[in-house]
């Protein structure tokens, strides 16, 4: 049974930074394409970040060198390093697993599994 737990999401100040886990259990990670995505109230969901299964990463713009995704296999757990966290990347942060063998995008159209979503605010 494919699993995926997402931890770390919270309330944190302008300026500050959070590191989103997403625990995977019930398959190996090390054979999947990893990805990031967020949905804000009232808009939809966009890609944040993903990465392929021989590093190759992409970013949205929006979180371009502040955001840095990244994989432990050993562990079988994604992470989303935020620093700089602004207003606007408030939202609900889901992790996606793409389907094997597939190169990974930012629009989400080849993800397997998703995580349940954690919320992440950013408010003084």
């Known amino acids: 049974q494919v699993q995926l737990v997402e931890s770390g999401g919270g309330l944190v100040q302008p300026g500050g930074s959070l590191r989103l886990s997403c625990a995977a259990s019930g398959f190996t990670l090390d054979y999947y394409a990893i990805g990031w995505f967020r949905q804000a109230p009232g808009k939809e969901r966009e890609g944040v970040s993903c990465?392929?299964?021989?590093?190759?990463?992409y970013y949205a713009d929006s979180v371009k060198g502040r955001f840095t995704i990244s994989r432990d296999n050993a562990k079988n757990t994604v992470y989303l390093q935020m620093n700089g966290l602004k207003p606007e990347d408030t939202a609900v942060y889901y992790c996606?697993?793409?389907?094997?063998?597939?190169?990974?995008?930012?629009?989400?159209?080849?993800?397997?599994?998703w995580g349940q979503g954690t919320q992440v605010t950013v408010s003084s």
């Open positions: 996606a697993i793409f389907y094997r063998g597939v190169e990974p995008d930012l629009n989400g159209d080849y993800v397997g599994y």
């Open positions: 990465k392929s299964i021989i590093g190759r990463t």
